[in-house]
């Protein structure tokens, strides 16, 4: 049984060992036939307050019902998506490309967008678009609409891989139905708490956290790398200009611009970055280094030279994209990027953004539309194949000393 990261539940939510033993409680007693009513509306209680629990909870028991190998669990997130929360049997480069699907796309997001559930006892007679289907013991699966406490679909569970590769039938829907109704009132209650709280941490614009998580999760995230000895590296981005734009074009374009902006910075990076807008047209990526298992430690310079090869593409991918739908014109914008490093440029959550705030103001400085390294060596490095008359790492300037970008 397996969570998926999730930036806001590894801050705030309880220890993983704390979901597990009250999951593994809560499913004993589900199956017992002499069931201590108390102790198991305690555990439903605790179990509805928190997402992580509430999603293993329903898997587990789905699984058992159907005598199903494979289980994966998505919820409806902020963006017109479904994000996976849990899953269970699904190989990991299945699981890595699905962290999130599109609502109205798929087989998921069919049964998501109409609320009704689908069994396919042979997926080889019917056109979905199933990838590999060789992969699994069953010729089928079952995907069921998960509800909330007004009965519309919050989610999709989907099973397949069912005891030695049988075909699925209509008894197999209706157990599944029977574990799901089980479940689902507490899921419905957890994902509501769950997203009351995410509200508090994010900006309503563009969907990303706001400076408030920002500052929660350089926190949590350098204690974590001080302890794992893993770098973490802060992206600064900036739109050039912006002032322009909404002076010429008005604001309300100014926030497409922006909501369009962030769509590109959500294609550009990777699961496990987290993704904030500080405020005006800044934004803020921390990219967390954790090293996989049996993975050597990765040098502080090739963490932030990595993190440079993102911000490149994405400044590159910014730059070429028309805005034409939305100015009337072929306009464009550019972004300025500066990145620092824990623990090479700074050892505390307030000198990272300093240093990565630092080096955003070179990169303004020297034209704009670039990125720009506060690590001496790594922007020397950079300098040196970009050709820069003047090294990348000289020393920007003092807030005073800043013009207005």
């Not at 007693?29 to 999603?55: C, K, T, Y």
């Not at 973490?232 to 922006?258: C, E, M, Q, W």
């Not at 000198?351 to 704009?368: F, N, P, W």
């Not at 490095?381 to 920007?396: F, I, L, M, S």
Request: net charge positive; hydrophobic share 40%.
């Amino acid at each position: 049984m397996t969570s998926v990261p999730d930036p806001l539940r590894q801050l705030l939510g309880c220890p993983s060992a704390h979901t597990t033993e009250a999951v593994r409680r809560a499913l004993a007693m589900l199956r017992s036939d002499n069931r201590p009513l108390l102790q198991f509306g305690q555990l439903v209680a605790q179990l509805s307050h928190d997402i992580e629990a509430a999603s293993h909870f329903m898997v587990e028991h789905i699984l058992d019902e159907v005598h199903a190998g494979r289980c994966s669990l998505f919820v409806a997130d902020a963006d017109r998506g479904l994000a996976l929360v849990a899953y269970a049997g699904l190989p990991e480069e299945i699981a890595r490309r699905a962290r999130r699907v599109d609502a109205r796309e798929g087989v998921v997001g069919w049964v998501y967008s109409r609320g009704v559930p689908l069994l396919v006892p042979d997926v080889s007679r019917v056109r979905l678009p199933v990838a590999r289907p060789n992969r699994y013991r069953s010729k089928g699966f079952i995907s069921l609409p998960v509800r909330g406490p007004d009965r519309k679909a919050i989610g999709v569970i989907n099973i397949t891989d069912v005891d030695q590769g049988r075909t699925l039938s209509a008894d197999d829907i209706r157990r599944a139905q029977r574990a799901l109704a089980e479940t689902e009132p507490i899921l419905a209650e957890a994902w509501r708490s769950y997203n009351l709280l995410r509200l508090s941490y994010t900006d309503p614009l563009t969907g990303f956290f706001n400076r408030r998580f920002l500052q929660q999760a350089l926190n949590y995230y350098l204690v974590l790398a001080r302890a794992e000895r893993f770098p973490v590296s802060l992206l600064l981005v900036d739109v050039d200009h912006f002032k322009r734009i909404n002076d010429r074009y008005g604001h309300p374009t100014g926030d497409d611009v922006l909501k369009l902006l962030a769509e590109l910075m959500r294609q550009h990076f990777r699961a496990e970055d987290i993704l904030c807008r500080l405020g005006g047209e800044e934004f803020a990526v921390i990219m967390p280094r954790r090293k996989r298992s049996g993975q050597a430690d990765e040098h502080v310079v090739d963490a932030e030279l990595e993190t440079y090869a993102f911000a490149e593409r994405l400044r590159g991918a910014i730059e070429e994209y028309s805005l034409h739908a939305l100015f009337g014109e072929d306009g464009r914008v550019t972004v300025s990027c500066g990145i620092a490093t824990f623990p090479q440029d700074a050892s505390t959550p307030s000198e990272l953004l300093a240093k990565a705030d630092e080096a955003l103001y070179r990169a303004k400085r020297k034209g704009r539309n670039r990125v720009e390294l506060y690590c001496p060596l790594c922007a020397r490095k950079v300098a040196q194949e970009r050709g820069d008359d003047k090294p990348a790492g000289a020393p920007a300037t003092t807030a005073a000393q800043r013009s207005t970008p």
